[in-house]
């Protein structure tokens, strides 16, 4: 794979991982108090022109 092809990649995963867990803040902050809570979640990743779809599986544990 060539140096543009790992640094694009990069970019990319860091701006799912930044903003995935913006958004998963935000929705724990509106739901309120989660003590104890935990939430299976699950990220779907697909890429348009590739027959690709890798999916991650897990569980958050709500704010302590």
Same mark, same amino acid.
């Given at each position: 794979m060539s140096e543009d092809f790992n640094m694009s *990649?990069?970019?990319f995963? #860091?701006?799912v991982g930044v903003t995935s867990q913006q958004a998963i803040e935000? +929705?724990?902050? #509106? +739901?309120g108090d989660t %003590? @104890?809570?935990s939430f299976e979640t #699950? *990220? &779907?990743l697909t890429i348009e022109g590739l027959d690709m779809e890798? &999916?991650? %599986? @897990? #569980?958050i544990e709500g704010q302590s």
């Open positions: *990649m990069r970019k995963l #860091k701006q935000e +929705a724990l902050r #509106k +739901a %003590t @104890g809570s #699950k *990220m &779907v890798h &999916v991650v %599986t @897990g #569980k």
